[in-house]
C-alpha cells in the first residue's frame, strides 16, 4: 500500500525557517519523481518544487526560487523541502506527490498524494 505522509509544518514568524519531511512507503523512492505543491484557502494547488528520480533535475517555482531547498534520501524513503526566509503569503498546505520518473509542475500529473501539513507564516 502507498503511503505519503507529511511532517514538519507549524506556525513560524516571518523570516523564519521550517523543514517540511514526506515520508513514503509502499514503492522504491528511487524510482519516482517528487514534487512539494501546496494550496492556500480560494487557490487553485500550485507547484512548489519538484526533484526528478535521478536527484539531478530540480525544479523551484520562482517565488520560492532561492529560499526553499528540495532534497531527497532514497535510503531512508524520505524527501525534504528546506524552506528559509519564510513570507506570510507563503502560508497553505502543503502537500508531497509522486510520480515515475520525470517531474512535472502539474499536479494532475501525480499518481500519490500525502495529506498535507499547514505552514503558517505569521508573526
Known amino acids: 500500500q502507498v503511503q505519503l505522509g507529511e511532517s514538519g509544518g507549524g506556525l513560524v514568524q516571518p523570516g523564519g525557517s521550517l523543514r517540511l519531511s514526506c515520508a513514503v512507503s509502499g514503492f522504491t523512492l528511487a524510482d519516482y519523481a517528487m514534487g512539494w505543491f501546496r494550496q492556500a484557502p480560494g487557490t487553485q494547488r500550485e507547484a512548489v518544487s519538484c526533484?526528478?528520480?535521478?536527484?539531478?533535475?530540480?525544479y523551484y517555482a520562482t517565488f520560492v526560487r532561492g529560499r526553499f531547498t528540495i532534497s531527497r534520501d532514497n535510503a531512508n524513503y524520505t524527501v525534504y523541502l528546506q524552506m528559509e526566509s519564510l513570507k506570510p503569503e507563503d502560508t497553505a498546505v502543503y502537500y508531497c506527490?509522486?510520480?515515475?520518473?520525470?517531474?512535472?509542475?502539474?499536479?494532475?500529473?501525480?499518481?500519490?498524494w500525502g495529506q498535507g501539513t499547514q505552514v503558517t507564516v505569521s508573526s
Open positions: 526533484i526528478g528520480s535521478n536527484e539531478r533535475s530540480t
Open positions: 506527490a509522486a510520480r515515475p520518473d520525470f517531474y512535472n509542475t502539474s499536479p494532475g500529473r501525480y499518481d500519490y
